[in-house]
């Protein structure tokens, strides 16, 4: 039995002010689970209360000073031994001394600077977390407790469709359009393909949704494509003139905001990945990026209700007329 079993050890935990009333979301983990974190967005204060309970009443713990530190990193997975924090904020909770009793502390973070959203990926984790600690001489004490943060934008009225055209000299010519090129993570994508010149046998057609996780720099550039969503538009052989609708709702996937070039670290974008398919199994495809944002709760519409509006801006009055009756007849 070691020696140092018979000194006073403690237990920490940290508690936020708010946490009965603060919002909880789930967020993956690293092994691919799922938990749930108290939310956070930048600029709001973290504040709560770090508790040291002694485990043995009576006897005295010395310490060299206790600390609670608020910090963002991330972390690259092919060099886990080098954390590398863009944010790190400590608040000095007690001089080095000795409890003899439990004891709680107060701490608080004001309006914290939270520039990038909490993200976990194949090859990359951004986490922040407050981290308690209890600063001994042989083995230090600490606690920590991970939040989530997640990031609201605003994007101007100007927001462009996407036009592009897929050919194959006197074989294949097909146009297709998109209503707009940024999405809120709770869009719906509205478009419309045409068949403009069709000689060969297409037996399948599909839009699939893909992220790129994009780490490191230089010669050490790794990416990985994840297919987050498939749309199979048709099954069969489409005809010339024909055209094609398309309405792909976004809600229903597990997607982040576009993150670019994140401290210079990593980035994650997303693409629409149009694929046709021949009789042969030969594959066609063309792929355009679309930007993802994250849009606060404070307006909530009803998906029939967004199908509507993109409908009126792109598909025309008629159309947009019955799609408002049928949005009506759902909200009934």
């Known amino acids: 039995m070691s020696f ?16 009965e009333t603060r919002k909880k ?46 910090i963002g990193q991330i972390e690259l997975y092919y060099d ?47 986490r922040y977390f407050l981290r308690a600690t209890i600063s001994r001489r042989l083995n ?8 989530v943060v997640h990031t609201l934008s605003t994007y101007p009225e100007l927001n462009s469709s996407i036009k592009m055209e897929v050919g194959i000299e006197d074989c294949l010519h097909i146009e297709f359009e998109y209503n707009k090129s940024k999405y809120h993570l709770k869009d719906v994508i509205v478009g419309k393909i045409y068949f403009l010149l069709v000689r060969i046998k297409v037996k399948h057609m599909e839009i699939d949704i893909i992220k790129r996780e994009t780490t490191g720099t230089g010669p050490n550039v790794y990416h990985e494509n994840d297919t987050i969503a498939k749309y199979e538009i048709m099954d069969g052989a489409p005809v010339r003139g024909e055209s094609i609708p398309i309405r792909l709702f976004l809600a229903g996937y597990e997607m982040t905001p576009t993150m670019r070039d994140i ?3 990593f980035s994650v974008r997303y693409y629409l990945n149009l694929v046709l398919i021949d009789e042969e ?3 066609y495809f063309k792929q355009q990026e679309i930007t993802l944002w994250r849009k606060g709760d404070i307006v909530r519409k009803s998906m029939s209700h967004q199908a509507v509006i993109a409908s009126q ?3 025309g009055s008629s159309s947009a007329e019955k799609a408002q009756a049928q949005a009506k007849e759902d909200s009934n």
Not at 45 to 58: A, D, I, M, R
């Open 4 to 19: 140092f079993s018979f000194g006073q050890s403690a237990e920490i935990d940290i508690v936020l002010n708010d946490a």
């Open 140 to 147: 230090d004490v600490s606690k920590e407790m991970d939040i």
């Open 263 to 265: 401290n210079k670290k």
């Open 25 to 70: 979301v789930e967020h993956k983990t690293e092994d691919g689970k799922k938990d749930k974190y108290f939310l956070f967005y930048d600029g709001e204060t973290v504040c709560g209360k770090v508790n040291v309970t002694l485990k043995n009443p009576g006897k005295r713990l010395e310490h060299q000073g206790i600390k609670i530190e608020f």
């Open 313 to 315: 801006r792109f598909e």
């Open 80 to 126: 886990r031994g080098n954390h590398h924090e863009f944010v790190s904020l400590v608040k000095d909770l007690a001089r080095p001394g000795e409890l003899t009793q439990s004891q709680t502390f107060d701490f608080e973070f004001t309006h914290v600077e939270k520039p990038y959203e909490s993200y976990t990926g194949q090859n990359v984790k951004l």
């Open 281 to 283: 199994e030969r594959r």
